[in-house]
């Protein structure tokens, strides 16, 4: 099949386009606005930008009436926000978080979640969640759109603390991905956990690709300034 967004239909029953670019890391976001009122969302368009120093990005589609979602509002306005990983054990919470609610109701009370103190920055952790980063923000990128929600806010931060939890790491030192069974956004209403791995090494001697890889900053350096 072949279509052009806008242009020439795709002729199906549902529309493929989210179902193509797959799976998504859930950006599960806690932020605080002006007046302290706690706000946890979860958003599928998000990733790490790079990792020198570590900077985060999620998007957020307008809701459905149109208006800029809190996460947005709030990191704009207090400079801050939390990245919470999202997994198996807390997919119902992720999703219940996920509702269109008045901006004064507290996500982390209407999922039944408790909440951890941050240590550099003001919105709450997500106790259970397994891996946190505390983000200071950076900068929106507005990208105007098609009817109510296709208007987008890209949001930038810096992430200035990370915590693991200790039983997640395995004896290396490693992060156990599939102890901790992250979920991710397909297509439609599906989701999927990562419960599975393979391992490829870059070949050739290219340390300070294989560092920017490992997402090592301080390899990557020490072997980009080495005489080649």
């Known amino acids: 099949m072949y279509y052009e967004p806008g242009v020439i239909p ?3 029953k549902y529309d493929p386009f989210k179902s193509c670019v797959v799976p998504r890391p859930i950006g599960w976001i806690s932020t605080l606005d002006r007046d302290g009122n706690h706000n946890l969302a979860p958003y599928s368009q998000f ?5 020198d120093p ?7 589609n307008q809701d459905s009436k149109g208006v800029r979602k809190d996460s947005v509002r709030n990191a704009e306005d207090t400079g801050e926000f939390v990245w919470n990983m999202a997994t198996w054990d807390l997919r119902e919470a992720v999703n219940i978080s996920a509702q269109e609610l008045p901006r004064d109701v507290d996500e982390f009370e209407r999922a039944g979640l408790e909440k951890l103190a941050s240590r550099l920055v003001k919105p709450m952790r997500v106790k259970g969640s397994p891996i946190q980063f505390e983000c200071t923000y950076l900068n929106t ?3 105007p759109g098609n009817g109510v929600m296709g208007s987008a806010d890209v949001v930038f931060g810096k992430v200035v603390a990370v915590h693991i939890a200790d039983e997640v790491l395995d ?5 156990d991905i599939l102890k901790i069974r992250p979920i991710a956004r397909m297509g439609y209403f599906d989701y999927t956990t990562v ?3 393979f391992r490829m090494v870059i070949p050739g001697d290219q340390r300070a690709l294989l560092g920017g890889l490992e997402g090592s900053p301080d390899k990557a350096r020490a072997e980009a300034q080495t005489p080649g």
């Open 47 to 51: 990733q790490n930008v790079t990792f």
């Open 54 to 60: 570590p900077i985060v990005m999620f998007a957020a």
């Open 10 to 12: 795709h002729g199906l």
């Open 171 to 175: 004896p290396d030192g490693l992060v």
């Open 141 to 143: 990128l507005r990208f």
């Open 195 to 197: 419960d599975s791995k």
